[in-house]
T-cell receptor, first 116, second 115 residues
């Protein structure tokens, strides 16, 4: 149980294009989803927290117009990197929690983005 | 402020020997504590958590961790390491008193188990 998927697993795009990453909770309803970014050999950096039907809450320093998050249903959240640039290249990981207490975050397998 | 420290960048251990990956934390209230493991180019896999109750928590793949409130530690342990345990391990904390579900992660410890 508590499986989270991400699609695509990797993507290469040209500078200036937009890329959408999907995060799905496969066997539970996710009350809250999180988006992280991870640089090589570093820890996870929380980008934003999203609750179904509400606007995402972004961490300080994260541009909300650059990283658009939509949490349209209890099983799907999307992250769109708009007008991507090479510095946006990174490993993006989502996680999801279930239930009112939301004790444990379950992570997706990650999406590697390379912007040329 | 909440914080997590993993003092060792890397831990080396021989297969069959016990392993310990250290974690200390700082929160203003009572903590939720977690251990996750990450294999190359993959997301994080949940290993175990401490919420309340018994200080010794048992998790997946034979791992366990002991919550020590006085030392504010939550070290990950396994009695006999396997080569397949080689991976990146993250400790994380969340303050039970906060309504936010944000996790604060440590910097990660790379575990290398040699045959």
């Amino acid at each position: 149980g508590a499986v989270v998927s991400q699609h695509p697993s990797w993507v290469i795009c040209k500078s200036g294009t937009s890329v959408k990453i999907e995060c799905r909770s496969l066997d539970f309803q996710a009350t809250t989803m999180f988006w992280y970014r991870q640089f090589p050999k570093q820890s996870l950096m929380l980008m934003a927290t999203s609750n179904e039907g509400s606007k995402a809450t972004y961490e300080q320093g994260v541009e909300k117009d650059k990283f658009l998050i939509n949490h349209a249903s209890l099983t799907l959240s999307t992250l769109t990197v708009t007008s991507a640039h090479p510095e946006d290249s990174s490993f993006y990981i989502c996680s999801a929690t279930q239930g009112a207490r939301a004790e444990t975050q379950y992570f997706g397998p990650g999406t590697r983005l390379l912007v040329l | 402020a909440q914080s997590v420290a993993q003092p060792e960048d890397q831990v080396n251990v021989a297969e069959g020997n016990p392993l310990t990956v250290k974690c200390t934390y700082s929160v203003s209230g009572n903590p939720y504590l977690f251990w996750y493991v990450q294999y190359p180019n993959r997301g994080l896999q949940f290993l175990l958590k401490y919420i309340t109750g018994d200080n010794l928590v048992k998790g997946s793949y034979g791992f366990e961790a002991e919550f020590n409130k006085s030392q504010t530690s939550f070290h990950l342990k396994k009695p006999s390491a396997l080569v397949s345990d080689s991976a990146l391990y993250f400790c994380a904390v969340r303050d039970q008193g906060y309504s936010s579900y944000k996790l604060i992660f440590g910097s990660g410890t790379r575990l290398l188990v040699r045959p």
